[in-house]
């Protein structure tokens, strides 16, 4: 078997893990040029820092002037593909002199044979197997074989022994005496053995700086006896520095110290060399004259696996040097497989300790209660997405839309996520009308010139109206001396008017004329609300009258002392959990400027509220807690007037709707309730007001006439009457008339209605006009 098979053989199991490739492997070829070594060290490792390096030592081959060995290198499972191989000539033995060494990193992925070569040179010219000290060796005499580190010294003027001394033990150029009586100097014999005493010409040099070694600068003088300052050699180079001359330890100081012609000569400045810790680097001159090596300190650095310039808590890896790829000088990393955690992170939503500081998700209230906001049940919680924070909803929020006419169909231009939303929203979004309770997909056509089934047009009224070009105000008036003041619905088609000088008519459902009941009800009438249940109508009127009648009954029941003190404006009845209770408001009869207020519970009498200021015209409210009276003080420059009611005090309460720009001296005449969130009130030159739940404001105006009643569906369904016979009526965004009973010239006192396709209007002068047949 030949070496170089038996080199293979036996570096394997050193640099590896056996014969197979299936990690990857590399065939390394050592070079040499120039000298041969005694000593060739290789070795591989991960470049990038995981596990042990593998190394070998082998002798060097071939002939003085170079050769080269191959050896087989294979890579550790638990390694990267990127491995660093190193080879080290040494002079004798791997435990003397480093020559020279080169190294090179190579990508060696699973299952790949590569090939790599090294190249190693340096210069052995007397083939002594010592390298020159120029190329990193230890031979101070390169061009002597009898010179080389171990040498005998033999007086012969040179330093055999590259001890950086020459002819040490022979005092050569020390003075001697002679026979003669003269003084000499001891110098080498022929056979480099010994030293005789001998004088010549010329022999004693001026020695200056008093170092022994005298100047090779100037020529000598010749003397019996040695003079004063003056030396038996002319071994100094310098004579003005202690430190230059013949023989002298060379410092590292770019000077020529031992005067042999060369600068630092076998101080290797410049070659590769170790430092503390084992770090490698480059010879270099020290402040004080010696050789140091300048390698880079040894430091600590930590697994930076994340990438996020800060190390693992773990043990760190010992490295020359400040940087190493994967690597930094921090270890304050509590998790280094995620970049996001580190002390001093910004902390996230992510259920992890991000700043390393031991409790997760700080700040970010995890765990508390949240949606309230929605009306929702949940905890916080991380959002995975981006960091922040959610609400977990137990059940979560949908999109409920506007629903402000009641129909159970939302505006779909005003979608809100929320659980548990309040009256007046809906999960449906297909309202072409949210102003309008009649107009949503599923309502029925009806003869108001409204798309009311949202189909987008409006052409299928015809079907609905009475005529194919549509509805009409139709007049069923009765006597010009008839001066109607109130109206009231009920059922499907039953209708009540009332007004003064004892004026009482009904329409039954399902009949067309009304019976003239006048006469059966003495009073005065002002105001009429009717009971849906049975159809009753309660009457309400001046100097304290109070009345009720049955549709079908011939006579009246009249209960004036109820209404004591009390002219009787306005009427209403809201429900409650036994029925209805029964409101009147007015004038106050012992007081003109102020007003009253009465409620009837079903008690005998009636409960008498408190005060308010100014004459109260009209009441209108949906509950007890809904419940608006309107008027205004009459004394000259005085103002209008809204109370809400309290129904648990029995209170009414002013809602200061005097103080709104504008309103000045109007006095308010009708009030209409549509919903909790929109009421609206008219009164005198041309003022409308809207309710949304919390505050009046001014609402926009058909003309600066007297009004006073007003009907409302929806905030696109107004309808209003003034004191010169007209209707206006609003659809969302302008005012239009819709009736004009100028013929002959009265006010229209009151609106009521089931629909925008049943509306009746009555006023002075026997006016009565429905709508719209």
Not at 45 to 65: C, I, L, M, Q
Not at 120 to 132: E, M, R, W
Not at 244 to 263: H, I, K, Q, S, W
């Amino acid at each position: 078997m030949s070496s170089r098979v038996l080199l293979l053989v036996g570096v394997l199991t050193l640099l590896g893990t056996g014969c197979r490739n299936t990690e990857g492997a590399v065939k390394l070829t050592v070079s040499y040029e120039g000298f041969k070594p005694g000593c060739i060290r290789v070795a591989v490792k991960d470049a990038n820092g995981e596990g042990e390096a593998r190394t070998t030592e082998v002798p060097g081959k071939g002939e003085f002037t170079g050769g080269a060995v191959t050896v087989a290198v294979f890579r550790e499972a638990s390694w990267s593909n990127s491995l660093l191989l190193t080879a080290e000539a040494f002079e004798k033995e791997c435990t003397g002199t480093k020559v020279v060494s080169a190294s090179e990193t190579m990508t060696v992925n699973k299952g790949d044979v590569s090939k790599l070569e090294l190249k190693l040179a340096a210069t052995d010219a007397d083939q002594d197997g010592y390298v020159s000290e120029a190329t990193g060796g230890s031979d101070c005499n390169d061009k002597s074989t009898a010179a080389y580190p171990g040498a005998k010294e033999i007086c012969n003027n040179q330093d055999d022994n590259c001890d950086d001394v020459q002819d040490e033990g022979f005092n050569v150029g020390l003075v001697c005496d002679k026979s003669d009586g003269c003084q000499g100097a001891w110098t080498c014999n022929a056979e480099g053995t010994a030293t005789t005493c001998e004088a010549k010409e010329g022999q004693w040099h001026p020695d200056a700086d008093k170092d022994g070694k005298g100047s090779n600068k100037v020529p000598g003088i010749t003397a019996c006896k040695q003079p004063d300052g003056y030396v038996a050699n002319d071994l100094d180079c310098d004579d003005n520095n202690v430190q230059r001359y013949t023989g002298a330890p060379e410092l590292c100081n770019a000077v020529d110290d031992n005067c042999d012609g060369e600068e630092d000569d076998g101080l290797r400045v410049g070659q590769d060399c170790t430092g503390q810790s084992g770090c490698g680097g480059k010879r270099a001159c020290a402040t004080d004259g010696g050789v140091v090596c300048d390698s880079p300190e040894l430091t600590i650095l930590y697994a930076d696996k994340d990438q996020d310039t800060h190390g693992a808590l773990d043990a760190g890896k010992p490295h020359c040097g400040s940087t190493l790829p994967g690597y930094v000088a921090s270890s304050d990393d509590c998790d280094d497989t995620r970049a996001n955690v580190y002390t001093g992170a910004p902390e996230i939503c992510d259920d992890l300790d991000n700043n390393c500081n031991g409790p997760k998700d700080e700040g970010f209230g995890v765990g508390e209660d949240c949606g309230q906001e929605l009306g929702c049940t949940g905890k916080k919680a991380c959002d995975n997405s981006d960091g922040g924070v959610l609400c977990a909803y137990v059940t979560p929020p949908s999109t409920y839309y506007t629903d402000e006419d009641r129909d159970s169909y939302g505006n779909p231009d005003a979608g809100v996520m929320i659980c548990a939303p309040d009256a007046g929203y809906s999960l449906n979004a297909d309202d072409c009308n949210d102003g309008n309770p009649f107009t949503n997909p599923d309502a029925g056509e009806l003869c108001d010139g409204e798309d009311n089934n949202c189909n987008g047009t409006t052409e299928d009224e015809g079907t609905v109206c009475p005529t194919p070009d549509g509805g009409s105000w139709v007049e069923q008036s009765s006597g010009s001396g008839d001066n109607w003041k109130s109206v009231a619905v009920w059922g499907d088609g039953g209708v009540w008017v009332t007004g003064g000088s004892n004026l009482l008519q009904v329409r039954r459902p399902g009949e067309m004329s009304f019976d003239n009941l006048s006469g059966q009800c003495t009073g005065a009438w002002n105001a009429v609300w009717v009971d849906p249940r049975d159809g009753k109508a309660i009457l309400g009127g001046e100097n304290a009258t109070v009345g009720s009648h049955l549709p079908g009954a011939t006579n009246c029941e009249n209960n004036g002392t109820y209404a004591t003190d009390t002219d009787v404006r306005g009427i209403i009845g809201v429900p409650t959990d036994s029925g209805f209770d029964i409101h009147l408001i007015g004038k106050d009869r012992l007081h003109p400027y102020e007003g009253r207020v009465l409620r009837y519970t079903g008690l005998t009498a009636p409960l008498v509220g408190n005060p308010v200021g100014g004459q109260l015209w009209d009441v209108h409210g949906i509950s007890q807690e809904i419940l608006f009276a309107v008027g205004g003080h009459e004394r000259p420059g005085e103002d209008a007037r809204i109370y809400s009611f309290k129904p648990d005090q029995n209170l009414w309460v002013d809602e200061n709707v005097q103080s709104i720009s504008g309103i000045g001296d109007k006095i308010l005449r009708g009030v209409w309730v549509v919903n909790p969130r929109l009421a609206y009130a008219v009164g005198m030159g041309g003022t409308v007001l809207m309710w949304n739940g919390a505050s009046w404001n001014l609402h926009s105006k058909p003309s600066t006439e007297n009004l006073l009643s007003v009907l409302a569906f929806g905030k696109n369904a107004v309808y209003v009457s003034t004191d010169n016979g007209k209707v206006y009526r609003y659809n969302g965004s302008s005012w239009s008339t819709v009736l004009n009973s100028s013929s002959p010239t009265g006010a229209l006192n009151d609106l009521a209605g089931t629909s925008p396709a049943d509306i009746w209007v009555v006023g002075d002068k026997g006016k009565r006009f429905h709508w719209p047949q």
